[in-house]
């Protein structure tokens, strides 16, 4: 993500921000702009679901993995998992099997996609010009990777015409949500900095810490010490605690695993049911 998605926070409806509906609704707009963007970077980019269209394709799903054997001349069709027969092992899961089952023990590889993750939720699969029903699927995630399984005893194609338009004979695309669900504290929280950011932008008194680093008067010294850009930090306590609750390392981004061979083995956990 390249910036934050679907946070759908409203200051006014969390009780944050009781004049919240006084000022301008582009300073609103700008406040809340600024305060989810900065969260969002702060907790490590990793809060927030985005709306994801693919049209995948898993023909010849062998030549997509990593081989540490020799590949002899005449080994062409070496990964043509459609013809059943063992054509030559490969390296899955960390295992050597003969490809003659694209997935050893859980099945066909047809009846189970990979959706880049997290996967939040699956608006609509689209086989040609057909919808097809939510019961008949479910999302399910191993090692690290979600995979769309079909339930209904049909598979899914093994390739598409990129030519065709969606809804086109030969099509293939899935529309779900990427990422994950903003929490309600840091919702709160988001809320909570918008309020502060709209009253400085209009020249109130806000709780953003000032420049200042030291102011003696009467006798009185008074430090304000501004917080540091690198720790990622508001100076705004309640703010600050929920950051790093978060995201305790200082995470600038989500973590990302690579695997030389597809990650899949037969432990899979269903994080998005059939139908919903």
Request: aromatic share 8%.
């Amino acid at each position: 993500m390249a910036a934050p998605c679907n946070w759908d926070v409203d200051p006014l409806e969390l009780g944050i921000c009781s004049g919240w509906n006084d000022y301008p609704i582009p300073m609103r707009d700008s406040a809340l702009e600024l305060a989810t963007t900065f969260l969002w970077g702060a907790t490590g980019r990793r809060f927030g679901v985005c709306p994801v269209t693919v049209r995948p394709s898993q023909a010849d799903r062998g030549q997509l993995l990593y081989r540490s054997f020799p590949v002899i001349p005449g080994m062409a069709g070496l990964g043509d998992f459609s013809s059943g027969g063992p054509v030559g092992p490969f390296l899955f899961g960390g295992r050597w099997f003969n490809s003659g089952c694209a997935s050893a023990c859980c099945g066909s590889s047809s009846c189970a996609i990979v959706l880049r993750g997290p996967v939040a939720s699956v608006d609509e699969v689209l086989v040609a010009d057909e919808v097809i029903p939510a019961s008949a699927y479910r999302v399910d995630v191993t090692m690290g990777t979600y995979l769309l399984v079909r339930v209904d005893g049909q598979c899914w194609p093994m390739c598409q015409n990129f030519t065709a338009d969606p809804g086109e004979p030969g099509s293939f695309e899935v529309t779900y949500g990427h990422g994950t669900a903003v929490p309600a504290s840091l919702k709160i929280a988001a809320a909570l900095l918008a309020c502060e950011y709209a009253k400085f932008l209009t020249g109130g008194a806000c709780a953003l810490p000032p420049k200042m680093t030291r102011l003696s008067r009467q006798g009185v010294e008074i430090e304000v010490a501004p917080p540091d850009p690198d720790d990622g930090k508001t100076g705004i306590k309640l703010v600050d605690d929920l950051i790093t609750s978060l995201n305790p390392t200082g995470r600038q981004r989500p973590p990302i695993a690579l695997s030389p061979d597809a990650p899949e083995n037969c432990d899979r956990i269903t994080v998005v049911p059939a139908g919903s």
